[in-house]
């Protein structure tokens, strides 16, 4: 009888164990990966023009097949802020309103960008946008809701409140909730509305320097850039009316969505790039201390929190019908309407 053995050594042990644990950090780090880019409810997509509203038009539609110029500037280097702002927008109507003259984009858009105590950030956009959506062949106008000085921010309220300006002022057909602090770098990039609610943006320089390699922290954050249709809209009944500070508002927005079975569309990272201006947190816009009440009641909530009880929490001091955009200028009582959400807060 043939007699083998093997003796295992101290070395043999160690690599053995080495081995594992290398195996064992790979599967973990595929895992994370794999949690960090899907999230139930969002798929990506490459946009493009398909999903416009036609209308009777002796005008031609516009032809988009040379939008092909990608990215305006490179994200890995400086902006060149001070050559935007030097730019100044042709053929912007009072209110910031803009149609191409020689076709017809065949969808209507606002772009509603709630704001507070960045008067830089807001001058780039402006001019910025302005010059992206034109190289597009945009027909759109540019709201920029805002809350009276003194009034702690409440930037989904304030977003509610531009949808409704909004609406009243030109029905469109396209709603896009618009940070004044990112800028879109690939005009492949189209503002427009799909089947679904879209989200613009998939990788922020901000992040990137955060220390996130993909460009974005977790797969279910829909912030920033997000679109919708009206029907889309309403159907989540918007926005919380009771978010009051920094953090929470786009975590519940995406809650809202999927526990209503809506799908998200997401534009691929190699298109859907934005350069942040990194800004130093605002003391007047402290941390949100509700925020984990707030995304635990989210799907309950939305039934009662939202444009449906919107009417009596605010009031409009006023529109102002600026030369790059129309100006909202919002009041409204936090006392109020932390009080009537109460129930959802601590219980």
Known sequence: MLNISLRVTPTFKKCGLVLI?????LWWFSLLRRRSSEARGIFLIRPNITGTVNRKSNVTSCDYSDIST???FDVSKRFPKDFILRHRPRDVLPGGMYAPSDCDPG???????PYRDRELHLKVILNYLHMFLQIQKRNYRIFVSEMVPGTKFNKALLMNVGFLTAEAAGNYDCYIFHDVDLLPVDVRNIYTCGDHPRHLISFSTKYVEEGHPTGWPYAWLIGGALAFRAEHFRSVNGYSNGIFGWGGEDDDMYYRLTSRGMLIERVHPTIGQY??????HDRGNPKNKFKKRILATSAERSKVDGLSSIADKYSIVAIETLTLYTRILVNCSEERILEQMRPYLYG
């Open 275 to 280: 350069y942040v201006f990194v800004h130093k």
């Open 70 to 72: 990608g990215a305006l």
């Open 21 to 25: 644990l290398i195996i064992s950090g």
């Open 107 to 113: 969808e209507r858009i606002a772009i509603i960008i």
